[in-house]
């Protein structure tokens, strides 16, 4: 057990000011408010929102607390509990999300702090660290868009960049629910890969007159997980959705006449974690883990995220 307590000095990787470049730097280590845990981080996934902090995209749209660190997803083991909080307990091995309505805490450092109910989940015995470690928000935010979409059994849904971590674990939920499945993926391999997760076709990222061929109508739901949604928006039919992570609001989406825009962001909710836990540790659901880097090389796993990877890119901090 780490004898350190609340306030001692802690490693993270963080943003100390604002338009400052992320860093490795000291910060304090946090206690657990009533309802939180305070986990020991033993790996941490990268995705887009990291990326989008750490340019500081989203200072305009979310509190800043200096020094914020970055990181939402994360998998650990549970290093104290605040009043309140029942079902974990010290000891635990699990997998969350830090999720609160101001950046501060995170997930690229040593210990973190989540929601005891609403964040956290124990993990499923079966994954590995850097698995467990990808699948709170990105498992979070791919359930979401799938509710969004609605009823999609039957239905034309277009996946742009669905080689992420996002986009992985969505094609899988999305062919669970009966869908048919273009997947886009700059690669042969990351195709491949799509085509074993259940998409029904799968084609070149650049490549929309294969999308066009396949669905000559137009798709009924578009799926925006990377580049400009502006590109591929003329393929959805008139009256179809798109739905993004990506674009935070309804104004910043190409064919607002015609089109039904959906920003979605993926916050994670109790029942969530819990069916992704399931899903999981039942092997209907299969986490893919592309890269592992130590944490002394957090920046270049921050920069790695989105460049032709194939699922999702851990630090290991623990």
């Keep these: 057990m780490d004898a350190r307590k609340a306030g001692d000095p ?12 992320p860093a490795h730097t000291d910060v304090d280590m946090p206690e657990p ?14 995705n887009g929102f990291d990326r989008a902090v750490a340019a500081g995209w989203m200072a305009a749209y979310v509190e800043h607390r ?32 830090v999720s609160k309505p101001f950046l501060r805490e995170g997930a690229f450092a040593e210990f973190t702090t989540a929601a005891a109910d609403g964040g956290l989940v124990v993990a ?14 990105t498992g979070s935010t791919a359930l979401t868009i799938l509710a969004s979409a609605g009823d999609v ?11 992420g971590g996002v986009g992985t674990l969505f094609v899988q939920l999305a062919a669970a629910a009966g869908a048919e499945i273009i997947a886009t993926g700059r690669t042969a391999s990351g195709r491949e890969l799509l085509a074993q ?4 076709h799968t084609v070149d990222y650049a490549d929309l007159d294969a999308v066009r061929a396949l669905a000559p109508d137009g798709v009924d739901v578009a799926v925006h997980l990377a580049g400009d949604a502006g590109e591929f928006a003329s393929l959805v039919k008139d009256g179809g959705m798109l739905v993004s992570p990506v674009l935070p609001s309804p104004d910043l989406f190409p064919e607002q006449d015609r089109l039904t825009p959906v920003p979605i962001a993926g916050y994670p909710s109790a029942d969530a974690l819990a069916i992704l836990a399931e899903l999981a540790g039942s092997g209907s659901l299969q986490v893919i883990v592309y890269r592992e880097h130590p944490f002394d090389r957090a920046g270049q796993a921050l920069g790695e995220f989105g460049h ?8 290991r901090i623990g």
């Design 197 to 200: 997760l259940g998409a029904t």
């Design 10 to 21: 802690m490693k993270a990787f963080a943003v100390t000011a604002q338009g400052e470049q």
């Design 33 to 46: 408010e009533p309802g939180e845990a305070r986990v020991r981080v033993i790996a941490a996934s990268v």
């Design 153 to 163: 059994e039957g239905k034309t849904v277009l996946v742009v960049g669905a080689t």
């Design 308 to 315: 032709e990877t194939i699922g999702n890119i851990v630090i």
């Design 124 to 137: 499923p015995g079966n994954l590995s660290d850097a698995q467990a470690a990808s699948l709170g928000h």
């Design 66 to 97: 200096y020094p914020v660190v970055l990181g939402r997803e994360f998998a650990g083991i549970v290093d104290a509990v605040g009043d309140g909080v029942t079902g974990l307990q010290v000891g635990d091995r699990v997998l969350g999300v």
